[in-house]
């Protein structure tokens, strides 16, 4: 397992160089104003990414597939030290306030995000 990162945007090169991909103007932006909250010192890092995953679930973005911000938030997550477990009992504690049938998108988008690493 990866050395979590201090700060989850600011310290993944990785994650700013595919945000600039999306727009030059728009990466460099998307970095320096997440990079302050996740900056923000009263949460970790790994609480924050499973919060991301909930926003994400929320809005239904693990639609957009491998280059979708639930993409991006499952892989902070899990270089910030959770695990596959806890992020399907963090859905599975969501299913019962977000919904039944959002959540089945979001575990079916988990499982081909993950299992296509392995």
């Given amino acids: 397992m ?6 989850a945007v600011l310290d993944d090169k990785d994650l700013q160089e595919k945000l600039a991909a ?3 103007k728009y ?3 998307v970095t320096r104003v997440a990079g302050e909250v996740w900056g923000l010192p009263l949460l970790d890092q790994k609480t924050k990414a499973l919060i991301a995953l909930t926003t994400d679930v ?3 973005s ?4 491998s280059g979708s911000a639930f993409a991006a938030h499952v892989h902070i997550a899990m270089a910030q030290g959770a ?3 806890e992020i399907e009992e963090l859905f599975l504690f969501l299913t019962v306030y ?3 049938n959002k959540m089945v998108g979001c575990f079916a988008a988990l499982n081909d995000l993950l299992d296509a690493k392995s």
Avoid: D, H, M
Avoid at 2 to 7: D, L
Avoid at 62 to 65: I, R
């Fill in 83 to 85: 695990s596959r477990e």
């Fill in 27 to 29: 990466g460099p932006w």
């Fill in 22 to 24: 999306i727009n030059p």
């Fill in 2 to 7: 990866t050395t979590p990162y201090a700060n």
């Fill in 58 to 60: 929320v809005n239904q």
């Fill in 62 to 65: 693990p639609l957009g597939g």
């Fill in 98 to 100: 977000a919904g039944f």
